[in-house]
């Protein structure tokens, strides 16, 4: 069973950053299962959005609504993928999640839940002033 384990989630003002990490319980790099890794979030009374997306061969997309503000990465000799967040903002209030899941063919596809089997738990991010 893959478990994934979010961490880094606080409550901080307008403009500032915060590292999301998520470690996974099996290798990121020679499992299939987590060829794709994504970040997710979700806020009361939304549906849950794609974030972030990255696969194994280090290929990223992102929401139109983080490009340029978010960055992904993955160490997968550490099972570990990174979610950089700068400039946030109120609207970036939710819980991120953390997910896993098999090859799917782009990786604008990643930025779909339907593109994940493992799902970790979540970090709750806030930003107010």
């Known amino acids: 069973q893959v478990q994934l384990v979010e961490s880094g989630g606080d409550s901080v003002h307008p403009g500032e950053s915060l590292r999301l990490t998520c470690v996974a319980s099996?290798?990121?790099?020679?499992?299939?299962?987590?060829?794709?890794m994504g970040w997710f979030r979700q806020s009361p009374g939304k549906e849950r959005e794609g974030v972030a997306t990255?696969?194994?061969?280090?290929?990223?997309a992102y929401a139109d609504s983080v490009k340029g503000r978010f960055t992904i990465s993955r160490v997968n000799n550490k099972a570990t993928v990174y979610l950089q967040t700068n400039s946030l903002t109120p609207e970036d209030t939710a819980r991120y999640y953390c997910?896993?899941?098999?090859?799917?063919?782009?990786?604008?596809?990643?930025?779909?839940?339907?593109?994940?089997?493992?799902w970790g738990q979540g970090t709750q991010v806030t930003v107010s002033s």
């Open positions: 990255i696969d194994r061969d280090g290929r990223t």
């Open positions: 997910a896993a899941g098999p090859p799917s063919g782009s990786v604008e596809f990643g930025l779909r839940p339907s593109a994940y089997v493992y």
């Open positions: 099996v290798s990121i790099y020679s499992d299939s299962r987590l060829y794709q």
